[in-house]
């Protein structure tokens, strides 16, 4: 069965084994992209101080880090699941993204813009 246009922006599995709902841990994204506390408090646009990863971390911190761990995935779904191949490409440049890596777009809050670019990459690819 073929996915409508409408729901390739999330991912088909959970490859990279952030979590979902409840289960979701932030932290593991935060770490499979590198981002230190400066980048997750300048993503999250909340304080450095405030970035945690227990259960009282900022509702922001959460929510930038799943729609960035819901992209990472999606480009995990592209490589049949393979965690290296996805952390290699969000590393590489990219002359599609004016030479600037992904996980570079990430920490400069460009992590929608992105978003966008994948989606656009997988329906094409879709037609194909």
């Known amino acids: 069965m073929q996915t409508a246009p409408l729901f390739l922006s999330v991912p088909q599995g959970d490859s990279l084994h952030f979590g979902k709902g ?5 932290k593991k ?4 992209m590198q981002l230190d506390r400066n980048a997750v408090s300048k ?5 450095s101080a405030s970035v945690r990863w227990d259960e009282n971390a900022p509702r922001a911190v959460k929510e930038r880090l799943e729609e960035i761990g819901a992209i990472a995935n999606m480009v995990a ?3 049949q699941g393979d965690a290296a191949k996805t952390a ?6 990219n002359p599609l993204l004016g030479d ?3 996980r570079d777009m990430v920490r400069l809050g460009r992590h929608d813009r992105l978003r966008r670019f994948i989606v656009t990459a997988i ?4 037609v194909r």
Do not use: Y
């Open 22 to 26: 409840d289960h979701f841990e932030p």
């Open 29 to 32: 994204v935060a770490e499979f």
């Open 43 to 47: 993503i999250a646009s909340v304080s």
């Open 77 to 79: 779904d592209i490589f």
């Open 88 to 93: 290699l490409w969000f590393r590489s440049k």
């Open 100 to 102: 600037v890596a992904p």
């Open 123 to 126: 329906q094409e690819d879709k």
